[in-house]
């Protein structure tokens, strides 16, 4: 028999979390097998070629829900779009996207997931933070820029925590450039005509590792990314 499409897909694009990848999605799975259900949901790990012990750990792992795509690195955003379009590939219903570095906390799952049907897209909205004034400050300056130059409604279009219909996320996905840095940034100006709703969340500080993106090295990410939005012409 053909195995039942889950109606969601929760996609975790992981670089090389070895300490934070299994605490994450068993807290993750835990809290879908009680929103969602058991058996209506999948974990898609989009492993983007981590060089630590990552892949041994998420092979250790047992779990009738959980997909494993590994591909040569590529970068978070288009790890998301990997994940929204083998989602849809999946037959899932929804997808959400969350990171894997323990940040997002699956307390502010539920209140996503009961208004799914409001919009096409749902975002968590950052209103409380563990990260540090850095990260704060990024979030910040990044929002009201693109506010300015973009016209965007949205509050923060970067949030990891993001439930999408998983059809149009596929379509949106591949509208984005394979060179483009901050893909996540890119699906939610494209996706936001069709109708977006927010939710505010509270962002826990990351288990291990390290951040991608630091202070010092933010304002050559935003001008990549304003010229990345001009050439995809949003």
Not at 124 to 129: I, K, L, N, Q, V
Not at 158 to 172: E, G, K, M, S
Request: include cysteine; charged fraction near 25%; charge should be positive.
């Amino acid at each position: 028999m053909p195995e039942t499409p889950s109606e969601l897909v929760l996609v975790v694009p992981v670089y090389n979390e070895q300490e934070a990848i299994v605490p994450v999605l068993t807290e993750w799975r835990a809290e879908l097998m009680r929103t969602v259900g058991s058996g209506r949901f999948t974990l898609l790990v989009v492993d983007d070629g981590s060089k630590d012990a990552t892949p041994e750990r998420l092979a250790a792992l047992d779990w009738p829900e959980l997909r494993v795509h590994r591909h040569k690195n590529r970068g978070h955003g288009q790890s998301c779009l990997v994940g929204y379009i083998e989602a849809d590939a999946m037959g899932a219903t929804y997808v959400f996207q969350i990171d894997s570095d323990g940040q997002c906390d699956p307390v502010g799952f539920a209140g996503i997931w009961e208004r799914r049907r409001n919009a096409p897209a749902i975002y968590g909205r950052r209103t409380s933070r563990d990260d540090g004034r850095a990260r704060r400050m990024i979030s910040s300056v990044l929002r009201a820029s693109l506010k300015l130059a973009r016209r965007t409604r949205l509050n923060d279009t970067n949030v990891p925590f993001r439930l999408y219909q998983a059809p149009l996320a596929a379509a949106t996905a591949r509208r984005v450039p394979a060179d483009f840095n901050l893909a996540n940034i890119a699906m939610a100006l494209l996706m936001e005509p069709a109708g977006f709703e927010e939710v505010p969340i509270h962002f826990r500080d990351r288990i291990g590792g390290e951040a991608t993106v630091r202070l010092w090295g933010f304002a050559s990410k935003a001008l990549r990314l304003h010229r990345d939005l001009f050439k995809l012409g949003t």
